[in-house]
Structures are given as C-alpha cells and as structure tokens.
Nanobody
Framework: QVQLVESGGGLVQAGGSLRLSCAAS????????MGWFRQAPGKEREFVSA??????NYTDSVRGRFTVSRDNAKNLVYLQMNNLKPEDTAVYFC???????????????????WGQGTQVTVSS
C-alpha cells in the first residue's frame, strides 16, 4: 500500500513558478512509476507528466515549462512549473503504480495510488 501526499500548490501570477512535491510512503519507491495529473473545474482529469527510472514525458501544453524529477532516496517526486499560465489552474494530483519495467503511463486508469491533490491557481 502506497500513500501519497502532495504539497506546494498556491496562488501565483501568470509567468510565475511553483514547485509541487509528492511524498510517498509504504512501498519501494524506486519501483514505482509516478505521474502528475490535473483537473480543472468541470473538466476531466488530464495527464501532465510521468517519470519512471530515468524516463520522463509531458503533455504538449506543458512541455518546455514543467520539469518532473524524483529523489528516490527521499521518496519524493517533484513537478517544477515555470512560466505558469491561467489555463494551468487546476487541482494537481500525483499518482503511482508498481512497474517491473521502465515504462511510462499516461492515463489515470493506469495508476492505482493517488494523492489528495493540491490546488494551483494562476491569475492573469
């Protein structure tokens, strides 16, 4: 059983930056593929970024602005968000799934463990 807790959300002006953190406990962290998703009001949860082993990927709308990283020694995964835009406003969730192979996962249904989410609001 893996528990995930996100932190680092907040209110920021357009063009600003935030770094989200996701602390994991209860599993062998390095064996988990991690994902970041977001959900805006009235919209479906959407993929933002994923990382496993040394692999990373991003949805097109954040590529070049967001950077995902992980610290396996501290059981942490980060999402550095730069040049934020109002359309980035959403609740951000981290997610985890065990993986035997270094594979990335892009849909919410691929993940079995979720954090409670952290609100990111970008004002124009």
């Amino acid at each position: 059983q893996v528990q995930l807790v996100e932190s680092g959300g907040g209110l920021v002006q357009a063009g600003g930056s935030l770094r989200l953190s996701c602390a994991a406990s209860g599993g062998t962290f390095r064996s988990y593929a991690m994902g970041w998703f977001r959900q805006a009001p009235g919209k479906e949860r959407e993929f933002v970024s994923a990382t496993t082993r040394s692999l990373t990927n991003y949805t097109d709308s954040v590529r070049g602005r967001f950077t995902v990283s992980r610290d396996n020694a501290k059981n942490l995964v980060y999402l550095q968000m730069n040049n934020l835009k109002p359309e980035d406003t959403a609740v951000y969730f981290c997610a985890a799934r065990y993986t035997y192979i270094p594979s990335l996962y892009y849909t919410a249904g691929d993940y079995g463990y979720w954090g409670q989410g952290t609100q990111v609001t970008v004002s124009s």
